[in-house]
């Protein structure tokens, strides 16, 4: 029993990454579907059509990162071993749930906008600041997302 | 703050310096021509009366176009460059005058190139699709090989007998040289490829006497053979027949080869003079459009445009020689008219006039947001990347590449914003003590340089983040009433007094209200912030409620919109929490960092090659991250200008000042606009 605080905290960590990243991959893969699309006309849109594409991989970062701060608080990183009880790894995993969630759906939701976006360039290459811009309007739920997981995590005293 | 003033001009010039006229006010690139309201352009008449100028008219020029277009097209991929990617993106063109793209247009024969460039490409294009025709001929002749008869029994056949080729399925062979025998009874021929046992299908070729045609194939369409047409040309036997192509083919091969040898050859010598010609009849174009542009009578041409006031000065000198035989006049803007926009801001604000651009250019009459927005750019984009590792990696190679290449424009703008946000960066990464990441701490080589460090830390994120978050909110609330101030005073300017007090002093007096109120709940301020909030919040929701609904008929209808308007604060609140991202991105940053810096430590642990693996993960991933953070900050902090502090006060709508200039992709011009 004494592990599974610990433990706990390392499905968090798990959740953390494994959801955000998906949402992530599920987007990258959106959007490049419509990239590819796109270069098969005009080849030379590689660059706008790269920075469109990675747009939505920010999510998978973002659940990375907060996997690492919950290994990290939990002593899986070395450092000193840190005693977890069963209530702070429970704390440890709620806190990882804002970004896996918001993770998911957000990398999803700004593929498909950014995919949109990479048409609109397709038609329009002057307009990429705008089409940079849309995709970051989704991404700004994934942001508040992370930033409750950090405070959370922040705030769970050992 | 507000777009720069431009004049309405009208030019009247003499049918024989018109021309003249048009090339020095395209060298100045200061006049933005105003196209004839019944569009014009159409009327080639108007445009040369003296007849002088035969050798650019429009259909030269489009003819000469074309041709450019399909020279680039054909010739440019081929054409190799000394100069690296680089350089081409960020650094100045080649410089030239307009008299020596004069001189080589004359020199040039054109259409010679192009029909020599267009003989090659069609070579190409029909060896290329020979060969294709070759190789899916040869992979026929090859499936029936063992065929003994010449193929001309089959394509064309003889008087009384014919041969038909085509595929059978190879279960039913046996049946199906049942049938056949029986209506050839002997004066027929069945040839069956050989095949392999996985193969469903096989090739056939039915020879038989013309008389029984019409059995044979109502028979053999029954038994599932699908007739195959025979390709045009082949005579002899399949064998010989692919020892033909094949000789054939190496022909052809030789002779792309050579093709292509000659039109490499021909990228080298003409693409650099194709791409001066190609400039030099872009802005023989614009010339010829600005002159079709303008009204015209028998003597003279009228051409008017759009000035800034500050150029006009510049374009009176230029125009001082054909003193006589032209007549400068400002006209009076209509009502109707839509001058273009001029940014005209102070020199530290010109590198973030392309963030104004992307977003759209202001109204004449609107505010410029530049000089308004850039303070808080500059801060955020700091706090969004907030490492001083990271600032000096970004602020290094933008530093390099606006010394290295000699940019101008926007180009030149975007390098330095970046470059002011580099220096954010690191101040924001000095007082959070964030040096790509936790480097300093994490690695004891550089213990040297941690009390250094540590002495101008004021905050640590990691450790404090609540503290940071109300730094990042308090700044977005400084913004939000900045946004809320500058469309009051617009008001004001514009003599709106209703709109200024109600709309902006409300919400203004609302939110401030509600902050002292906040304040005195966490006891600070006292018992008069307590009072001043109160009493702020009751005049703020007050003047909204009376105000908001002041469109609306009625006194039901104006009441109702007004106590809705007050639903609006939870928007405002919104705005607020959004600047909670300059913490998280700044966050994310150092976070990502002391990602890479662990790694780091836990293989260099490996032995033998951990310390290559340790130098490959540290540079790799602190190259990724400073890459994926710029990206963020940059876009982040744009979004926070663009949605929650232009949505206060700013619309565009404005449309951007093009004037008549060398409008060139590949040439520089320098010197004079007309021949010497």
Redesign the interface.
Known sequence: MDQLGIMLAVLGAALAAGFAGSGSAIGVGIAGEAGAGIMTEDPGKFGLVLLLQALPGTQGIYGLLTAFFAILKVGLLGGAAVPVNVWQGLGVLFACLPIAIAGYYSGIAQGKTSAACIQMIAKRPEETGKAVILPAMVETYAVLALLMSIILLNSIQF | MAVGKVRKLRLISHHEVVEHVVAVLQELECCEIIGREDGGGSDPDIYDPSGRSKAKSPLDLESGLSDIRFLLRFLEPLYRNESSPLERMLGPKPSATFSELSLLHTQTDLPEITTKARKLERKLAEARSEMAQIANQTLLLKSIRSFSHPMWIISRGTEKVMGVMGTLSVDQIDLFREEFEKIVSGQGELFIAEYLEKQAETHAVLIFSRSHESQVIEMASQQGFSKMECPHGLESTPGKEIERLESRREDLFAEVAEAEARSLEMAQEWIPSIRKLNDFLLITTARRDTLVSGYSTEKVSILRFWVPSASLDQVEKALKPFEGLIDLQDEKPEPGDDPPIVLDNPGWAVPFSPLTK??GMPSYNGIDPTVLMAPFFFLFFGMCLGDGGYGLVMGAFFLYALLRYNMSGDKKNFFVLLLLGSISTIFVGAITGSWLGDMVDAFDIFSFVRPIKDSVVLLRPMND??TF?AISLALGVVQILFGIMIAMWDAFRKGDMVGALGDQGGWLALIVGILFWGGAAFDIGGQTALVAGKSLVALGALTLILTQGRDKPGFVRKAVSGVLSLYNVTSYLGDV??Y??L???G??TS??A??VN?LT??VSGIPYVGWLLAVLVFFGGHLFSVV?NV??AF??S??LQ??EFFSKFYSGGGRIFSPLRFDTKYTRITGPGLKE
């Open positions: 992307l977003y983040p609540i978050l929490l959004s909670s991202r913490l998280a991105l966050l994310a976070a990502i002391m990602i662990t430590g836990l994926v990206l963020g876009i982040h744009l979004r663009y949605v």
